[in-house]
């Protein structure tokens, strides 16, 4: 089945289970000429890469990642783009208590269900350490897209802690460790995050993305409209729950008058009084700012007891040791950039067709 | 490009423009020796139609379907089965006001700026008129997924006002205009809509679609998890602006162990405590109740004066006359019931292959 | 299932039995602002029709096109194209008899098994007539190829009476019943065809189409190189068992030397001394003309008895009565050029991805 | 773009380059629980290794497969499988003469006019050494049409010296370099091919591949008829230039009473008292062995002179030096096998929704 590939012409198949040997992709489509390197991907890779603060996993991978194909002295060649990271701190034994226990809020039993085996070590396929190749897909598609289109992310709630939108500014978010664009909040996510790890427990987020420099034109209408791409592409990321562009589920209580951007020109160019659409009309890019934000549930795998199921149909508990996320969502974000890159990219080079 | 189109299996491509002379579909992947006849589709085009009460359009459309291919004999032959509905009541001449000026909330500059031509009648292919074949489609998807599986939706906000859950009754969806579910509702309701329309104006709306009877299984791992692909289908529906899977926005404020549904087994049967995920996990079915919820912008059209741009970069206003819905959520009810069912028809089809 | 479809950019799906209501297509991927109006496309279909010489079936079709949707004011809007043909004269009662048969050398026992049923009204989906919107289609096709690109067929071999290739003269192709470039040989295949026909007999055909003016770089590499989705569009016509690029079958015998196109420069131009490649490299198209050859088996309908066996498993005879093309291959001409047509469009369009 | 897949639910997508790192596929679309190791993926690879016998390449490659993901304790998890081949013997200074000039016979100016840009070395990714990969993801697909299918393929022609068809014995096969069925060629074969080896030059040859034990049924309707995606799946192989099935070109010659096979119901089975056909009516198989055959042109990289252009567009000549076939047609045997069971396999696992 094709769950592992994603788009039409810029087409990414990712493979790789979570404590296999390697994970890799395959990049399809990518025009030729463009420079790219490993230390180019690198960048992308080491934004997600675990084990770097006392808020994510403690997990050791350098997520070291190795071009095997489809660039040629520094450049592409219009052929398949390889890519390839090699596992290393794989910790299969901790996973042996639970290769006959369904963890809740997992996909063990629907994988089990669905395919009658699964690969129990680590989520297997299911794990979001499978998210590191879309991570370095979206460093490929960013190039395509040029320097004019700038993809950026930021958490804009953690657990119950939302920002205050109106101290909003992009150069914090890289300053601290939950990409957050709110500085007065550091200081209360540090404690509150602490205290949750603490307890063994986790908490969900909220992630906003926001593409600037879009073109108008992307997205094709009816079915591959480019909310509806962006939708899947970011319903697909593990963990998320839901998606909105530009005022979302707010929009439901707004009258016509106050929904709809108006438009005027000036200076020699026609603009939008607002953004409430979120950079689309009509499934298609308006030239505004795409405005993407998405839920990711809290991490399922936490130190408190849970009731399930074993293999043998017998009532059981479950604590899940391993090394986890107090709040997945923070990863979530490099994660929401490249599958907002990737998803654009291919909706750019299929507009190319349009021009005749 | 195949905007139009949707699924891998069980495949559907719509066309037709809303003032065109006709609208069709091609489903192509419906198992042969299915009885199918136009009456059945009927009354599943019935519940979308325009014209049938004071909340929604007054374009009077019988929407008649009519089967060209694919069906011999009232049973399906494997072959794309080819459905066709006339327009009959284009009132093409309202729209020559629209035809220079782009409608705030519409496709039409995007449009305009993709393909450098467009038609403007009704809004052309971005006409909300392209769900009656989502609809059609829908019906024939619901054949397939056969008599256990049900998909039923409902409205559970109009604007600001929110249904009481407690009050949920599945039984009075289909008694009142709105596709509502708490009858203490229907008053409230039809007083507030009225106004609106009366000012001129619109709201929008939250859908809830529930799929019950699924097997465990559908969805494929990654970029074509169930979740995802529903979140492409329902936010492809003109207007929508966002979509959840169960607890969506909501489960980013609460912790781990409140999230993930707890797994029993008793009489014979494994089940979930709660169905905090909406019946998914790791982005395939797990046999609880698929549920999905989505915001509706409200309606663009309205006849409140709005600034705007025309085709000469000109600054101007316009006030949208023809005929619209003042809640055009409300149609979207069994137009969100189609899309689950064609997602769901299709991940079913797919999931034949798994078993071996 | 997409069988009914073909092209990833210029995709055409088609639908329709021979004796149903209608036959049809959707076309998507045109870029918009290309005119195109419905005699244009007729020009193309009524060199395919049937009923135009005593070398064709009688059955009288006028196939008039009815454009539906994607074109407005003339001009292609960018938005998926349905073109209907309405079928006129369906003899259905000619084919009671074979309802419970199977013909030999027609698809009856391979859908039965396949589907458990089969519309047997004059071979249903199975039929030639389906080729009809792949014409149609080309029509489109063409239109986006430009004026640069040319496309002609001619038959080169009817039955065992081949033409002296030393006589082919491009404009006699079109003078004759026979699409045959070599004035010589009509007067002996009119003579011969009559007496295949009158003996209630029928003979096969080999097609030669020639693209010329096509740019270098159409075509990708490896399984979507330009000779394999050539020779799939080709195989797939009803009733081609044999495809050609270039020297064919005969480069076999060839040694390196004499096979392989020199290259030469001169007056600014790259050439190539011989074009024993059919004008492509690596699946890559050179610049040189595209040569593809196909063979087409005698029509399977014909006036003698064939022994065979019913829905019952008895065994028994038949004679195909109905009206029928003594040599199915002279009108496969247009449509191994509406299938070239139809490959190069999509790849052209492909093939704007590439260029950055 | 998707050139480098192949397949709808059975699904490979290949990259590498000749003289890169690796070479490697994703298969996707396997059903879980498969027995699957690395020795059996081994025991196809080894039919195809170069450097084998004097009449292959002398490049010593041991393709030793590794498998990367998607099987788990021996057996497949429904998850896309990796498989990797690291490069060995690359001589890639071989190839620094022909770094800027157009080698005649391949694809060196249609990737270079195409791209802008190619590897050079050893032909890139339109190297014969791409076809490793097929034949690997062959071997899966093998298992995956389990034990009843059986697919064979023979050297039916050898530059200008055929097989005597009635000496035909599928145990000679592989008792040979040439996997030619008939015991009286071998000697002259080998004559004829030293010959043309040390004079520097290469001949074509023709392959015959049959499938037996295909159920019937197989094939999609139109465009994807089974016959369609084979004569895709050959043409896309390096060097094949014509894709036959069952009679081919030979069928044009033949009346519909001598082509057509008749069909009979003996001993409770439907049986054809023949097979031109090859094995498949309408597209969709018969039950009858399918039958294939191709015409490979002879390995364009030879030692004798040739005139070619440089990149500079100067007139110049070329010998390929390099490690090269004299035929390159006998490594296209097993080549042709793996495509043939890919084809089938993906037609397999479609076949399964067409059962309700």
Redesign the interface.
């Known amino acids: 089945?094709?769950?592992?590939?994603?788009g039409?012409?810029f087409?990414v198949?990712?493979?790789?289970?979570s404590h296999?040997?390697?994970?890799?992709c395959?990049i399809?489509?990518v025009?030729?000429?463009?420079s790219i390197n490993e230390n180019y991907i690198q960048t992308f890779l080491d934004r997600r890469k675990p084990g770097q603060s006392k808020f994510t996993t403690q997990r050791k991978e350098d997520d070291k990642v190795k071009i095997?194909?489809?660039v040629?002295d520094g450049?592409?060649?219009?052929?398949?783009?390889?890519l390839?990271i090699f596992n290393k701190d794989q910790k299969s034994k901790d996973y042996d208590e639970i290769k006959d226990k369904?963890r809740?809020?997992?996909?063990?039993?629907?994988?089990q269900?669905?395919?009658?085996?699964?690969?129990y070590r680590g989520g297997?396929?299911?794990s979001a350490r499978?998210t590191a190749m879309r991570v370095a897909a979206g460093a490929i598609a960013t190039k395509i897209l040029g320097e004019k289109i700038k993809i950026k992310g930021a958490l804009i709630?953690l657990?119950?802690e939302k920002i205050n939108e109106c101290n909003w500014d992009w150069k914090e978010v890289n300053k601290n460790d939950f990409f957050c664009p709110d500085k007065t909040c550091v200081k209360v996510w540090e404690d509150y995050l602490l205290k949750?790890r603490k307890e063994g427990?986790?908490?969900?987020?909220?992630i906003q993305i926001t593409a600037s420099g879009v073109p108008?034109?992307l997205?094709?209408?009816?079915?591959?409209?480019i909310?509806?791409?962006?939708?899947?592409?970011?319903?697909?990321i593990?963990a998320?729950?839901?998606?909105?562009?530009?005022?979302?589920?707010?929009?439901?209580?707004?009258?016509?008058?106050?929904?709809?951007?108006?438009?005027?020109?000036k200076n020699k160019k026609?603009f939008f009084?607002t953004n409430n659409?979120?950079g689309?009309?009509?499934?298609?890019?308006?030239?505004q700012d795409i405005i993407v934000k998405f839920?990711?549930?809290?991490?399922?795998?936490?130190l408190?007891e849970?009731?399930?199921?074993n293999l043998k149909?017998?009532?059981t508990s479950i604590i899940t040791k391993g090394r986890h996320d107090p709040c997945v969502?923070i990863r979530a974000v490099p994660v929401g950039e490249a599958m907002v890159a990737i998803i654009l990219a291919d909706l750019f080079?299929?507009?190319?067709?349009?021009?005749?």
Chains 1, 2, 3, 4 share one sequence.
């Open positions: 089945m094709s769950g592992s590939s994603i039409q012409i087409k198949t990712t493979w790789g289970e296999g040997e390697a994970l890799g395959i399809e489509g025009p030729s000429n463009i095997l194909s489809g040629f450049k592409t060649t219009g052929t398949p783009i390889s390839i369904f809740p809020g997992h996909a063990d039993y629907t994988y269900m669905k395919y009658g085996i699964r690969d297997g396929r299911a499978e709630q657990g119950k949750i427990s986790s908490v969900g987020a909220i108008v034109g997205g094709e209408p009816v079915f591959s409209k909310d509806a791409l962006l939708a899947k592409g970011i319903m697909s593990p998320v729950k839901g998606v909105e562009i530009g005022n979302g589920f707010k929009s439901a209580e707004l009258r016509g008058e106050e929904n709809a951007d108006e438009i005027r020109y026609l009084e659409a979120g689309t009309l009509g499934g298609i890019s308006s030239g839920a990711v549930k809290p991490t399922s795998s936490i408190r849970r009731k399930t199921v149909n017998q009532n969502g080079l299929l507009n190319q067709n349009n021009k005749n």
